[in-house]
């Protein structure tokens, strides 16, 4: 176990490290998490009533919310969000596809995480499925 300098040596320093999905870190899917945590807030509080998404997009979404909860590997997830691709109205369908294709590139172009395009795609969707697949009526995961 690591010891922290200037700690008595018998000091255990416990060091948080990023999840990785097959060596990858997971800023693009923990950041999506995070937001659909945030979105799924809002929708709660705001009453509003948000339009109802496909049955067969969210049926995607759950599957692919739940997985990821549960360390899904990066293939995995890419077959997964290609799903929801597939399925998507067309006023999801383009950022959809962006979601995927930063999926693919990620292990090979870690600057996807960091790409503010790819960002707002991945909130656009996942905001598209907490509001109108009602994620904060279900039970289990929490958003994609």
Do not use: W
């Amino acid at each position: 176990m690591p010891v922290s300098r200037g700690a008595h040596p018998t000091t255990r320093v416990f060091r948080l490290h990023s999840a990785t999905i097959g060596g990858v870190r997971r800023k693009l899917v923990a950041a999506a998490v995070l937001v659909t945590s945030v979105v799924l807030v809002a929708s709660c509080r705001s009453g509003g009533s948000a339009p109802k998404a496909p049955e067969a997009f969210c049926d995607a979404a759950f599957k692919y919310d739940d997985r990821v909860s549960r360390n899904a590997k990066i293939d995995e997830q890419i077959r997964l969000v290609q799903r929801m691709v597939d399925r998507a109205p067309a006023k999801i369908k383009a950022d959809a596809q962006t979601f995927v294709d930063a999926l693919r590139r990620v292990e090979t172009d870690p600057s996807v995480k960091d790409d503010p395009k790819i960002k707002r795609a991945v909130e656009n969707v996942n905001r598209y499925a907490a509001q109108g697949c009602g994620f904060y009526k279900r039970e289990g995961g929490g958003g994609i």
